[in-house]
């Protein structure tokens, strides 16, 4: 969940694999196609295995893995990595904005993901304060009503994105000020994590929204303005 936001600090696209002696030949095909040189691995080998980073590698394709004890572990060292390379946009006081979300669950953390990518900033997962204060530093803003009842009395965050359940929480993230988006809107379904993870970093490369969708409502909120609608997934 949180390679989006780093796909979209570097202008790269999201490949999700279930390869575990090898890369799909169909993804690696596809690579190739578009003249891909580097490929940055988020996660240990538990959630992408040494046989896929072989692969890659034996392809003539340069691998670089960032991993951590843990979700929550990996989650920081993407924000570290992105620190150290600068990809990380700042106040007016030199403090990188960064998005906190629970690591429990997807939605939030998705939802945040898509923003993150546009704006440039990271997105760490934390169900304890001190897993924020790891970020010292920064200007911090919690996603989700469960990641604001447990920080609001404990951590000192800058701001709150917290709607009565996942769909609001996700459009009250992109009507934000700091989102600069277009009047295209992706809409990828909100119930899994897999076409909204992989559109995220595309909506922010093209400049548009992404909002999710409840398969059991008739109902899409969209900003004020959206004129064109693109489906994600089937």
Known sequence: LVAGALAGATKSG??????????????????????????????????????????????????VRIAGTDRYDTAFKVYEHMKANGKLKLNARGEPYVFVATGRDFPDALAASAVAAKIGTAVILADTPEQVNRVAGAQPY????????????????????????????ANKLVNWSLWKGGDTVMVAIGTNYPDALAAGALAASTGQLLVLANPNSNTLKVPAGTKNLVFIGG
């Open 14 to 63: 999201v490949v999700l694999t279930m390869g575990t002696t090898a890369i799909e030949p169909e993804t690696l095909s596809k690579l190739k196609s578009v003249g891909t040189s580097k490929v940055t691995i988020v996660g240990g080998t538990g959630a992408v295995s040494q046989s896929v980073e072989d692969s890659l590698k034996a392809a003539g394709i340069q691998v």
């Open 142 to 169: 919690a996603v989700g009503a469960q990641t604001t009842a447990l920080m609001s009395k404990t951590v000192s965050m800058s701001g709150w994105f917290d709607g009565k359940d996942r769909y609001d929480t």
